[in-house]
């Protein structure tokens, strides 16, 4: 168990829907990523979060927005969702300094 | 923007050889070079990470190297064992600036027995 955790780990939603994923980090760590892996790709960086302030954006969707609350948890909200919205995101969580960060089990959404 | 470049994407191995899996980055400001580990249905987990003030670093069957100069860096996997076959990712990261942690695209290791 990393100390990430991450709910629901399972979501089935249909086309056009909003969910909302959310994420709480290891005790004590300030930053948060989130990360969208589609079936047998790579891990693409979303967004991060450091202490409730957005510290760097990727490819995230308009679509996509986020935010970290001042309990240092974090939601990821998708919206107008579409089938290729279909993956497995995860959030992960890094103290300050050159150290590593730690991953949740993800959240499987479906969109049908 | 910054770019984490993997190669090979996959890598079939027997049972005792040897396994190197290299990566590139573009950001010269990288400082923070973590290799993780996706084994099938779980989370990415840390295996080996190197800080841009070492070289080389080992533990046990695992080393990573690390060329500034070049910016790249690799993975090297010795006696390689079934248990060993998974997904493979490399990352780079500024960390103390904006601590975004970029990914490499994978490498999905085989090894057979």
């Keep these: 168990d990393s100390g990430v955790t991450q709910t629901p780990k399972h979501l089935i939603t249909a086309t056009g829907q909003r969910v909302t994923l959310r994420c709480s980090p290891r005790s004590g760590d300030l930053s948060v990523y989130w990360y969208q892996q589609s079936l047998d790709q790579g891990l693409q960086f979303l967004i991060q979060y450091y202490n409730g302030e957005e510290r760097a954006k990727g490819n995230i969707l308009e679509r996509f927005s986020a935010q970290q609350f001042p309990d240092l948890h974090s939601e990821l909200n998708l919206s107008s969702l579409e089938l290729g919205d279909s993956a497995l995101y995860f959030c992960a969580s890094s103290p300050r300094g050159l150290t590593e960060a730690f991953f949740g089990q993800g959240t499987r959404l479906t969109v049908v | ?113």
């Design chain 2, 1 to 113: 923007g910054e770019n984490v470049e993997q190669h090979p994407s996959t890598l079939s191995v027997q049972e005792g050889d040897s396994a190197v899996i290299k990566c590139t980055y573009s950001d010269s400001a990288s400082n923070y070079f973590p290799w993780y580990k996706q084994e099938l249905g779980k989370r990415p987990q840390l295996i080996i990470d190197i800080r841009s003030n070492v070289g080389e670093k080992k533990d046990q069957r695992i080393a990573v190297t690390l060329n500034k100069t070049a910016k790249h860096f690799s993975l090297h996997i010795t006696e390689t064992q079934p248990e060993d076959s998974a997904v493979y990712f490399c990352a780079a990261s500024h960390k103390g600036y904006t601590d975004k942690l970029i990914f490499g695209t994978g490498t999905r290791l085989q090894v057979f027995p």
